[in-house]
């Protein structure tokens, strides 16, 4: 498959804001190949990046060829076989590499779902403490005793919450915002169809009638297993609007409220899209 014949388009973000729905939803169309769940994709590349760029194989690597060994990577995980088709790869990374993909597949565009990071939190800890062992490998065992050090780890730099805000706030205020589309998750949600035609306008992709009440959970246990927390991944049959209770302190959701800067138009000097 010449890298002519498919596109190449990526799902980053925020946890727990859609990205596995829309990934979903997505596959739903004939035209598009997604990813399941996090691949190991993006990893490869930052891996296969140092040896390109350091020590005594770096003048091996022209340009050009370098190109062509990573798009390689890219088209053999997701489908080598591939033809005609729209290929979307999921993972964080991604925001951090925007100028890799941009090299890549200079029409690439970076999808990255959000959320009101309040229900971020309140989603992981419902997640979190369902399991009445605390066995969630998303937390380090020395950080699960209670919830306020769960939800220190979690909005820490290292954390699932924190590291992935970091690499969002790069990309949309970085020089490559203009690749970026941002679907909100509570317009996605209460609006399915909006949303969807919007993307697959922005992406270039057919009409095609999407089925928001017939879901398919993706085959993630083996990974969800891996992660010690089982249905991570898994999916409402249908597309609802709806809300658990919320079980964070005060102290908690005044400190990470009001930061939604996706919804600041001010902000948005780069020229990302907005889907909100």
Known sequence: MSDSSSSVHVISGLPRSGSTLLAALLRQNPQIIAARHNTPVMPMLIRIMSLMSEGEYRTEFKNGQWQQLMRGIVRSYLNPGAQNHVMLDINREWCAHAGLLNSLYPQAKIICCVRDPVWILNSFEYLITRDPLL?????????????????DYLVSRDGAFGYAWRLLT?????????????VDYDRFVREPGFVMERLTQLLGIRPFAYNFEHIETPDAAAFDAALGTPGLHCLHQSVVASRKRLILPPHIVERMAHQMFWRKPDLNSGGAVVIA
């Open 170 to 182: 790069e990309v949309f205020f970085g020089p490559f915002s203009d690749k970026v589309i941002f």
């Open 135 to 151: 066995g969630s490998q998303l937390v380090p065992i020395a950080h699960r005793g209670n919830q306020h050090d769960r939800i």
